[in-house]
């Protein structure tokens, strides 16, 4: 039974992977599409994270900061307490600047690491937006190859078919006597409109000739 089940389950399998090789064959930019989409989410992730970083830098140098601080503070404040022979205040400043150097310390080693990690983080977020970067650019190419095959396959198929270009000759040839047949009438048109001026001219032109020759 088990095997059986193996069985099936391999061969839904072989079937899914079998159609989705035949989408990114039939769509390939659909696919890219859809990287692209998943890139800019990480790439977005990693911003996000950066930006944690450089929040946590600043928190651990803050905290750095102020333990740098009350440690010469502490240890300012024991000088004084044992010059003026105050034991006491002086063993509490004491611990005190111990405590806050011992801060100091790990805070500064802290803060190293953290920088460190900023700074890897900051080289792969880089690196991930070039790569988007030349995703993209890679999607406008192939866009533009699969726009010029279009448009080629179109232009063959008016061009290459004999039956398309026969329908087309047809329909040009058909255009031309439409248009020959308005410039008959518009010419036609024109004469019958003007004739009888013309008559009339060519008439006053004539005698004019006549009186001429007398």
């Excluded at 989410?41 to 830098?57: F, G, I, P, S």
């Excluded at 022979?85 to 803060?111: I, K």
């Amino acid at each position: 039974m088990t095997n059986l089940l193996t069985r099936i389950k391999d061969t839904i399998m072989a079937d899914l992977h079998a159609a989705v090789d035949q989408k990114e064959k039939q769509n390939p930019i659909s696919l890219l599409n859809q990287y692209l989409r998943q890139c800019e989410q990480e790439t977005e992730k990693v911003r996000k994270l950066v930006e944690r970083q450089y929040a946590l830098k600043d928190e651990f140098t803050r905290e750095y900061s102020q333990a740098v601080e009350l440690a010469e503070k502490r240890k300012y404040q024991a000088e004084i307490a044992s010059k003026a022979g105050e034991t006491e205040l002086y063993e509490f400043a004491a611990a005190e600047h111990q405590q806050y150097s011992s801060r100091v310390e790990r805070l500064g080693a802290s803060l190293e690491q953290v920088k460190g990690q900023l700074g890897e983080l900051e080289r792969k977020y880089e690196e991930m937006k070039h790569k988007l970067k030349d995703m993209q650019i890679r999607r406008l190419e192939l866009m533009g190859r699969e726009n010029v095959t279009r448009a080629n396959h179109r232009m063959n198929q008016v061009l290459d078919s004999n039956h398309t270009a026969g329908n087309a000759n047809a329909r040009f040839q058909e255009i031309d006597s439409y248009l020959d047949r308005l410039d008959h009438q518009a010419k036609s048109s024109y004469y019958r409109d003007t004739i009888d001026a013309k008559i009339a001219q060519l008439e006053k032109e004539l005698k004019l000739e006549e009186s001429k020759s007398i």
